[in-house]
């Protein structure tokens, strides 16, 4: 069955980085988009970007695009998310989830169970 | 950016009661080539992340009950859940997937009284 598995809850200082990853298997892992949506506490969903495992390809949110990257290990079958310059309203549940298909935008099939990321002094 | 507006913010219902829940798009999500609406709609239970529930508006994703159904088209959605269930408890979430950045409305809490 398909399981996207994320790495555990992180504190960090701000002005530092984080770097989640997101364990996939049960699927061929280049198929499919990877997206990383997160959300602060008590709030809603904010999609930060996707990432093909198959070519590299990215496609960010404006706002955050100067301090997020996504890149994949294609011999792991693992997603990684790294944001840098953390501040406080950072601090959120970061998500990866599988996009449901390929070709063209789908909407997101399978999800991680979360990353909590706490940015606090 | 596309805005999802969803709409009430939160409702309170009895079990086996009617759930309805609107989104509107600030543009259409309707591709006119293939004629379909780039529209999803997903349930957040407490600590858990979100569950797809249906997707090109009126799709239900697989294994998801009949008694949810989505409708609509362009700019004007809704969920229905025909008969409120105690496991329903949850905010529920449209999203448009037919531009990037991708857009989530601002969630729906359905209660049960």
């Known amino acids: 069955q398909v399981q996207l598995v994320q790495s555990g809850a992180e504190l960090r200082k701000p002005g530092a980085s984080v770097k989640v990853s997101c364990k996939t298997s049960g699927y061929t892992f280049t198929y499919y988009t990877i997206s990383w949506v997160r959300q602060a506490p008590g709030q809603g969903l904010e999609w930060m970007g996707f990432?093909?495992?198959?070519?590299?390809?990215?496609n960010y949110t404006q706002g955050l695009k100067d301090r997020f990257s996504m890149t994949t290990d294609t011999s792991t079958n693992t997603a990684y998310m790294e944001l840098r310059s953390l501040r406080s309203d950072d601090t959120a549940i970061y998500y990866c989830?599988?996009?449901?298909?390929?070709?063209?935008?789908?909407?997101?099939?399978?999800w991680g169970q979360g990353t909590l990321v706490t940015v606090s002094s | 950016d596309i805005v999802m507006t969803q709409s009430p913010e939160s409702l309170a219902l009895s079990l086996g009661e009617r759930a309805t829940i609107n989104c509107k798009s600030s543009?259409?999500?309707?591709?006119?080539?293939?004629?379909?609406?780039?529209l999803a709609w997903y349930r957040q239970k407490p600590g858990q992340p979100p569950k797809l529930l249906i997707y090109?508006?009126?799709t239900r994703a697989f294994g998801v009950p009949d008694r949810f159904s989505g409708s609509g088209s362009g700019t004007d959605f809704t969920l229905t859940i025909s008969s409120l269930q105690a496991e329903d408890a949850a905010v529920y979430y449209c999203q448009q997937y037919y531009t990037t950045p991708w857009t989530f409305g601002q969630g729906t809490k359905v209660e049960i009284k």
């Open positions: 989830a599988r996009e449901a298909g390929s070709g063209s935008y789908y909407p997101l099939d399978y």
């Open positions: 090109w508006a009126s």
């Open positions: 543009q259409s999500v309707l591709y006119t080539s293939n004629y379909k609406n780039y």
């Open positions: 990432i093909s495992p198959y070519n590299g390809d990215t």
